[in-house]
């Protein structure tokens, strides 16, 4: 399953302050309305805002795009099926609930219930097609300081996964504002309510690169894990210490940047170890350190992240960043691209084409630019 998804994520800290043109306010569509969520066209990009107790989030969502939502679904319980049958497993998804369910948060099970009443799907599907990311592993890397233009700040990232499926047609940015927690964005897809990259309104942003360990799920799911982080850390140290003091499963590393400072950590985390790797830090698994700088990945992908910093050193940009993440950076099944500015609250995202195209990866495609401040103040008065 390891190979089905590789996952690359830049963080880049850089300032403040955003280009001009990146600045202008977008157009948008109000699509549907449920309740106090919304369904939006973004200059052409599909954005939920969801809003309230979490179970009302989730009806929120099922609502909205219950089509989308089973359709999703299906290609992710077909995907986990034929991946047991190759791997002469029977229904993985099934062990990994048994197995993490009383580490997930019951807010997360409201919201999941929400989803399947508003979908009018049955319980155990959403729950189990939300347990789908538990079995896949990633990579990633972050940037601050020297290496970056005027002290701006950046995160990216390249989710690399099977195309041919179809993932891309449900791709969704979704906004969460949960009662009594932080309010954040996440990048995934319809009908999935956890997050393996996002950032929060108090400039957190998270992304995750996997291991080994596969079937060591007795733990709270990688996703939910990242979400509670995101809902719940204002500060890079709450951040860390919540990973720390949280049952874990399998093996993953994860970078932790915060826009106030800036700075970041990255995380090398098992189900029984905890590890922290700070800026500049050499490691034997990442042997080429550059300064003022947190690389996590592998092979020549890591090699080739290495070299693209220290060709761009000092000068990289938003940009330059978008640059930075495209082939071999990322692989040939790119899916889709994500950068964000934490210290501003701007990202940019890209999703893939139609994989019978040329050049279909996420990262040749277009970057939609969202701030998240301003969709966190959306009302369909503002139309």
């Not at 179970?55 to 991946?83: C, P, R, S, W």
């Not at 599907?125 to 970056?148: D, M, W, Y």
């Not at 309104?201 to 996997?210: F, S, V």
């Not at 940047?257 to 700075?263: A, C, F, L, N, W």
């Amino acid at each position: 399953m390891r190979k089905l998804l590789q996952v690359s994520v830049l963080f880049l800290f850089l300032a403040t302050n955003v280009l001009a043109e990146n600045s202008q306010l977008p157009h948008i569509k109000v699509l549907a309305k449920e309740g106090k969520g919304y369904l939006l066209d973004v200059d052409g990009g599909l954005v939920l805002i969801v809003r309230g107790t979490f179970y009302e989030m989730g009806y929120q969502h099922g609502k909205l795009l219950a089509k989308d939502i089973n359709e999703m679904h299906k290609i992710v319980l077909n995907t986990a099926f034929i991946a047991d049958i190759a791997k002469q497993k029977v229904n993985s998804l099934g062990k990994a609930l048994q197995m993490s369910e009383k580490y997930i948060p019951a807010r997360y099970e409201e919201e999941m219930k929400g989803m399947a009443d508003g979908a009018h799907l049955p319980f155990e599907q959403v729950r189990a097609a939300n347990i789908f990311p538990e079995q896949f592993h990633c990579s990633g890397f972050a940037l601050f300081g020297k290496a970056t233009k005027n002290g701006q700040l950046l995160h990216g990232r390249v989710l690399d996964y099977i195309t041919e499926i179809g993932l891309q047609r449900h791709a969704l940015l979704t906004v969460c504002q949960p009662e009594g927690f932080n309010s954040f964005v996440t990048v995934g897809f319809s009908g999935f309510i956890g997050s393996v990259t996002g950032m929060n309104n108090k400039q957190i942003a998270i992304g995750e690169m996997g291991g080994k360990g596969e079937g060591q799920w007795e733990g709270m799911p990688m996703s939910f894990l990242v979400r509670k982080t995101l809902e719940e850390a204002n500060s890079l140290q709450q951040a860390v210490d919540i990973f720390k003091n949280t049952p874990r499963t399998c093996e993953y590393y994860y970078v932790i940047s915060d826009g106030k400072i800036p700075d970041a950590r990255g995380l090398a985390c098992t189900p029984k170890t905890f590890d922290i790797v700070e800026p500049n830090q050499f490691n034997a698994k990442l042997n080429k350190p550059v300064v003022d700088a947190l690389l996590l990945s592998v092979g020549k992908r890591y090699d080739e992240l290495v070299t693209r910093v220290k060709n761009n050193y000092g000068t990289i940009d938003d940009k330059i960043a978008m640059e930075m993440m495209t082939r071999p950076v990322a692989m040939k099944s790119n899916l889709h691209d994500a950068l964000f500015a934490p210290s501003s609250l701007q990202l940019w995202v890209a999703n893939a084409a139609d994989p019978n195209n040329g050049k279909y990866q996420a990262c040749y495609q277009k970057y939609y630019h969202y701030d998240l401040k301003e969709l966190l103040n959306f009302t369909d008065k503002d139309q």
